[in-house]
């Protein structure tokens, strides 16, 4: 299982970005995604999490700003970040959960086995 995060960029504050995150075995139908971002300096953090089932979670940070979805044909997952902020700059990650179907919400890394390559997001003031 790969996974590649792609669509970071540098954008102005108040502006809108989407991440996208391909995963190659076609198992996002069956296993949890995670969205983690690190800022500079700063330890990684979980941002958005989706179950297979379709259960959200959003860090308090994003929360009403960023949406995580899924597309139909189950190989990608998105991360739309909208009225972005300037600590919203961070290199962000997707992952994939290691458990089958897991129907709760987790967001401890330990719980993701795989993880795509990081993308940059940059807001500037």
């Known amino acids: 299982v790969q996974l590649q995060a792609f669509g970071g960029g540098l954008v102005r504050a108040g502006d809108s970005l989407r991440l996208s995150c391909a995963e190659s075995g076609g198992t996002f139908g069956n296993y949890g995604m995670g969205w983690f971002r690190q800022a500079p300096g700063k330890e990684r953090q979980v941002v958005a999490v989706?179950?297979?089932?379709?259960?959200?979670y959003y860090a308090d940070s994003v929360k009403g700003r960023f949406t995580i979805s899924r597309a139909k044909d189950k190989i990608t997952v998105y991360l739309q970040m909208d009225s972005l902020k300037p600590e919203d700059t961070a290199i962000y990650y997707c992952a994939r959960d290691r458990t089958f179907r897991r129907s709760y919400i987790h967001t401890s890394e330990s719980s993701y086995e795989y993880w795509g390559q990081g993308a940059q997001v940059t807001v500037s003031s």
């Open positions: 989706r179950t297979a089932s379709g259960l959200t």
